[in-house]
């Protein structure tokens, strides 16, 4: 992509809510917001790109760097000084556009506070969350509730306040809502402090033991009375959930399958596995099997003008 002017413009600073930014140019015309996506990320000629949780940092001399969608030229005070400055990302989950007035224009208008520029009192914090009635991680990744905040800090959030990701949002007790409203802010200010190295983050965050998904994994995680955790992996609003088992646990009524009723805009609650239960889950396999045969039966009767022929019963001896 080339943003092309007929007039050099000043760029004198950027803007920042959430997952996204813009630059501030001078002048009549539009600005370029950029949202980074899940692998996005911008890169300085000379110098090395900040990068999350890589194994292999690509080396700074590569240019234009791997993945490349567009390098922006910004000239320097001192004539001859030129900075290149790309936008990349590996997976094409990102997104660049130009807004006249990005503040005032969809998407950074219909987000919702930012933890680090615009955390809401408690009480206002408390009169948003408790009046739905999603699961709570569902919430949290909500951007029109609260920008920036993404998968793995939304389960870091609820375990530093010891509430279950599928706990519906109107059954918090005052409690767990201070406690939401506290660990909001830190573990979001911790994450920005860390500057993007997650070598920083505190020894006991859930973030060192979530990656460790599978039957063969090893889990070293310790609880605060010297025992061993149990991380455990759920969906929640259409994303894979971790949550400590010992530690966050669902309401007894919620446990049981009592909960009320939801709206169409709300995500169901998702059956969780537990130790206890000895009956597994029925598989739907031999259901979408039986159908598909059906659909291809229904098919073939179209071109032979045939019905379908019904199961007789059998005939006993």
């Not at 997976?91 to 130009?98: M, N």
Request: include cysteine.
């Amino acid at each position: 992509m080339v943003f092309s002017y007929n007039s050099y413009r000043r760029a004198y600073g950027n803007f920042v809510l959430g997952k996204y930014f813009y630059i501030e140019l001078e002048g009549s015309g539009k600005m370029p917001l950029l949202h980074f996506g899940m692998t996005g990320m911008l890169h300085v000629r000379g110098q090395p790109a900040l990068q999350y949780r890589t194994k292999i940092r690509e080396s700074p001399d590569i240019w234009p760097p791997k993945f490349m969608k567009f390098i922006l030229h910004i000239e320097g005070k001192t004539p001859g000084t030129t900075t290149e400055l790309a936008f990349s990302d590996a997976r094409r989950l990102g997104r660049i556009r130009l807004a006249v007035h990005p503040r005032e224009e969809p998407p950074i208008s219909e987000l919702g506070f930012d933890p680090i520029l615009s955390m809401p009192p408690l009480r206002e914090f408390q009169a948003i969350v408790l009046k739905r009635s999603c699961p709570i991680k569902a919430l949290l990744l909500d951007q029109s509730f609260s920008a920036g905040v993404g998968n793995y800090l939304a389960d870091e959030i609820l375990y530093q306040a010891k509430v279950h990701p599928e706990q519906r949002c109107n059954t918090l007790q005052q409690t767990q809502v201070e406690a939401l409203h506290r660990e909001v802010a830190d573990v979001c200010r911790i994450a920005v402090e860390a500057n993007s190295d997650d070598s920083k983050y505190p020894s006991h965050w859930l973030f060192k033991h979530r990656w460790g998904k599978g039957k063969n994994a090893k889990q070293s995680m310790m609880l605060p009375s010297g025992e061993p955790a149990t991380v455990k992996w759920i969906t929640v609003g259409g994303r894979t959930s971790a949550f400590v088992a010992e530690v966050q646990c669902l309401p007894h009524k919620q446990r049981a399958g009592k909960t009320e009723t939801t709206t169409e805009d709300e995500s169901d609650l998702t059956p969780l596995s537990s130790d206890d239960d000895n009956c597994p889950a029925p598989s739907l396999r031999k259901r979408k099997v039986k159908s598909e045969i059906t659909r291809r039966k229904s098919i073939a009767s179209v071109y032979t003008g045939e019905p379908l022929r019904e199961k007789r019963p059998r005939l006993e001896r």
